[in-house]
C-alpha cells in the first residue's frame, strides 16, 4: 500500500492492477448516519495512472469548491499536491503485519 497525503492510498494486488482509494465521508443507506473510511475510486493498470487519478481528483475537488480561486492560490495547492507526492510513505502489509506480532 502507498499512502498519498492523509487523502489517497493505491493498493497493488499483483503487477498488473492498482486501487486507488479516496477517504471522503460516506452516508450508510440503513442507518443514515455518516462517516469518514476509505472509497474505492477504479481500478489502474499501471501505477502511474493511479498516481495521475489522483492527482487529478485532488485538483478537481479543489477546482469544485464553492470558493472563488486565485490562480496564485491554485498555484499553491498544486505545490502541495507535489509535496505530498515527495512525502509517498509505502507500506509493507506483511512486515506490518509481522512487527505487530
Known amino acids: 500500500m502507498i499512502t498519498i497525503s492523509e ?30 473510511e476509505w472509497a474505492f475510486v477504479g481500478y489502474y493498470g499501471q501505477f502511474e495512472q493511479a498516481l ?7 485538483l478537481l475537488s479543489v477546482a469544485s469548491s464553492d470558493e472563488a480561486i486565485t490562480l496564485n492560490a491554485l498555484a499553491e495547492h498544486i505545490d502541495m499536491a507535489i509535496s505530498d507526492l515527495k512525502n509517498i510513505r509505502v507500506v509493507n502489509m506483511t512486515t506490518s503485519l509481522e512487527d505487530s506480532e
Not at 492510498?9 to 455518516?34: A, H, M
Not at 495521475?52 to 485532488?58: C, E, G, I, R, W
Open 7 to 36: 487523502k489517497f492510498k493505491i493498493c497493488g494486488d499483483d503487477n498488473l492492477n492498482f486501487e486507488l482509494y479516496e477517504l471522503r465521508p460516506v452516508t450508510s443507506k440503513k442507518t443514515k448516519q455518516t462517516r469518514v
Open 52 to 58: 495521475k487519478a489522483a492527482l487529478n481528483k485532488y
